[in-house]
């Protein structure tokens, strides 16, 4: 396809995969799962703006707070809200599990839209971890809580007594089929976006009709992303409390 | 670039995207969990505990202010009150006062009135007794004047004039 493009428009090469290459920091060869890769430097990376956020910017515990503590407390008080009204008063204790997620996925996908940058939750590896992760705790939590009660959730008693063996099958199946979509629809929006962000990009190298054409679209497209990068953080974190309630109160 | 191309194609594996080369989903998934890890660690160590202790402070704070400004609120209220009450008192004083100094006045304009109406009474008496007096007066000269003349008439009648019936004539006259 990429060599297609620059065969026909001469000297125009799209690549918008490349973008998402898992590529060794130093030296060559095979990439190991303990290698040193910008998979690696990206995820530093965001750890180190979450300190710079969230540990830094709180240092003076100021009850006036400075900008960036203003920024660390209301994401703190966004997350904590959605814990507490989702999950009821006995999801709190879960509350730093979800915060970690929620500010790992928020600061890498935006980490993702500087530009020569790599974006960790566009691939399916890490968002497949993420969701399944939720899905074995969320499961465990719930027979620990509830025991076998916590089948309960797949047998929905509201229902006419026929019409619950049919409901059950539906319920297990939407119940195995959260972790995938759970991760797909992280990794594939960010995907997406940037690849078309990299197809705009590429279009721009083509002349003076279409390029300003295709940076008006890139500038577009791109304002859309940040606006994608935070929902879909918040979508991750808020069908994850969604899940946490099911397993602490699995009735309907 | 055909050389790119192809390496690029054997890199990324199936369909061309490099989401779905397996061979680095060991080293994405181990980089994740020891991010997630120390992630983990800062929050719950660190940052969480601190950040919710600065919102908890703020809210103290808040709820500690609200609680004095109720409090001043309930003073100003109190001094309101006092104020109204002075203000009520002192309309009450004023209001005695004046009803005071009304009663007192009532009482020296009954005493002068009272002492007018006896030296106007007294006046009055004197003036009735000089009128007495002068009425008599008067009575008497009219009398005289009246035997005199009555004699004078009779004498020019050609008659001779009793003294004691004249009198009595003129009295009894007078006196109807």
Same mark, same amino acid.
């Given at each position: ?20 290459? %898992? ?30 956020l ?12 400075s ?10 008080? !966004? ?24 500010? !790992? ?71 195995? @089929? ?14 997406a ?12 190298? %083509? ?20 606006? @994608? ?24 | ?5 192809v390496?690029?194609?054997? /890199?990324?594996?199936?369909?061309g ?9 060991p ?5 994740l969990? %020891?991010?997630?890890? @120390? ?25 500690n ?5 109720e ?12 104020? /109204? ?12 006062? %004046? ?6 006045i ?46 004078e ?24």
């Amino acid at each position: 396809m990429a060599d297609e493009a620059h065969s026909a428009e001469g000297g125009l090469s799209f690549h918008p995969l490349d973008q998402f290459e %898992v590529h060794r920091l130093f030296g060559e060869g095979p990439i190991h799962w303990y290698t040193i890769t910008n998979v690696t430097m990206w995820m530093a990376i965001a750890v180190v703006c979450i300190v710079l956020l969230l540990v830094i910017g709180t240092r003076k515990r100021a009850v006036v707070p400075s900008r960036t503590q203003s920024v660390a407390e209301t994401l703190y008080g !966004f997350v904590y809200t959605m814990v507490e009204d989702v999950t009821g008063k006995d999801g709190i204790k879960y509350f730093p599990y979800i915060f970690t997620l929620f500010i !790992f996925i928020l600061i890498s996908n935006f980490l993702g839209l500087l530009p020569m940058s790599f974006t960790t939750t566009s691939h399916i590896a890490v968002t497949a971890i993420l969701a399944f992760a939720v899905f074995f705790t969320v499961t465990i939590i719930g027979f620990v809580k509830n025991g076998a009660a916590f089948l309960g959730l797949f047998w929905v008693s509201s229902a006419p007594l026929a019409l619950r063996p049919i409901l059950a099958i539906i319920e297990v199946i939407s119940y195995f @089929v959260r972790p995938v979509s759970h991760s797909i629809r992280l990794a594939g929006n960010l995907m997406a976006g940037h690849a078309v962000l990299k197809v705009f990009a590429g279009f721009a190298q %083509v002349g003076f009709i279409i390029a300003p054409v295709a940076i008006l679209g890139v500038v577009a497209i791109y304002a859309l992303e940040v606006l @994608v990068s935070a929902i879909q953080a918040y979508v991750f974190t808020i069908l994850t409390c969604v899940y946490l309630k099911d397993a602490l109160h699995p009735s309907h | 670039m055909a050389d790119t191309a192809v390496e690029h194609g054997a /890199e990324a594996g199936g369909a061309g995207m490099p989401q779905l080369d397996f061979s680095t989903f060991p080293n994405q998934i181990f980089w994740l969990v %020891v991010t997630l890890i @120390v992630i983990y660690f800062i929050l719950s160590r660190v940052a969480l505990p601190r950040i919710g202790a600065v919102l908890a402070e703020r809210q103290g704070t808040i709820t500690n202010d609200i609680a004095a400004a109720e409090e001043l609120k309930q003073r100003a209220q109190e001094a309101e009150a006092a104020y /109204e009450k002075a203000l009520v008192d002192a309309r009450a004083e004023a209001g005695k006062i %004046v009803d005071t100094a009304k009663a007192d006045i009532q009482a020296e304009l009954d005493v002068q009135l009272a002492k007018a109406d006896a030296e106007i009474a007294a006046q009055t008496a004197e003036s009735e007794k000089a009128i007495a007096e002068i009425q008599a007066g008067a009575a008497d000269a009219v009398k005289a004047v009246a035997k005199d003349t009555a004699k004078e008439i009779v004498a020019a009648m050609g008659g001779k004039a009793d003294a004691k019936a004249i009198t009595a004539a003129v009295t009894a006259r007078m006196k109807g």
